[in-house]
């Protein structure tokens, strides 16, 4: 099973990197590990993905320690629009029984 | 493409009473899933539909039935609503991919409530 661990909430300012960490100490070795954030108000959306290897695409970045324990979203400048919250999903056990992480509630200043 | 559909938006219930929440996808995904996000948490797994006529039990399928109709088409239904089922239902598609990969399609929500 996936157990997810992630901050509870993070805040940033405007133009600014930032980190969102997510332990994922029981992860399978072949398991994606995949991002998603949450808008006020809207249905989650996918941010990111990857498997062993560090992934950049046009909404992040995603750092993946090397035993695979932990994963980093990265977005590069933070905008006002990405306030949100931003979850780290897992598998548990087989199949398509995916466990989303608690999420970190991420707050922009200006 | 209109994406992932849900059905109503608003509901409000009576403890006992029942109703069925529709979802739709036009995205041509193998995969339909049902959460729940209650005030504050995080979604929780209901129930999911890895393909036609095949559903699987999530982390919180107590007090639920599913129905996947067709390819396109999965229903969540609550039989004997409680207060303790108050909460936002999101339905989301995919189409899985190698080891995995799974980017889910969420749709609008549906925000229940049971007095």
């Known amino acids: 099973d996936a157990k997810t661990t992630q901050p509870n909430s993070m805040e940033s300012n405007e133009e600014e990197p930032v980190h969102l960490p997510c332990n994922h100490s029981t992860i399978s070795g072949t398991d994606y590990i995949h991002w998603y954030r949450q808008l006020p108000s809207q249905g989650p959306e996918y941010v990111i993905h990857g498997l062993t290897s560090n992934v950049n695409n046009r909404m992040a970045s995603l750092a993946i320690a090397e035993d695979r324990k932990s994963s980093t979203l990265i977005l590069h400048r933070a905008t006002l629009r990405d306030a949100a919250v931003y979850y780290c999903?897992?598998?548990?056990?087989?199949?398509?029984?995916?466990?989303f992480g608690p999420g970190t509630r991420l707050s922009v200043l200006p | 493409n209109a994406g992932v559909t849900q059905t109503p938006k608003f509901q409000v219930l009576k403890t006992g009473q029942s109703m069925t929440l529709q979802c739709a996808q036009d995205m041509n995904h193998n995969s339909m899933y049902w959460y729940r996000q209650d005030p504050g948490m995080g979604l929780r797994l209901i129930y999911y539909?890895?393909?036609?006529?095949?559903?699987d039990k999530g982390e919180v399928p107590n007090g639920y039935n599913v129905s996947r109709l067709n390819k396109r088409e999965f229903s969540l239904r609550l039989e004997s609503a409680a207060p303790s089922q108050t909460s936002v239902y999101f339905c989301?598609?995919?189409?899985?991919?190698?080891?995995?990969?799974?980017?889910?399609?969420f749709g609008p929500g549906t925000r229940l409530t049971v007095l």
């Open positions: 999903m897992g598998r548990r056990g087989y199949g398509q029984n995916f466990v």
């Open positions: 989301a598609s995919s189409q899985e991919g190698l080891a995995g990969y799974n980017e889910q399609f």
């Open positions: 539909s890895a393909s036609e006529g095949t559903t």
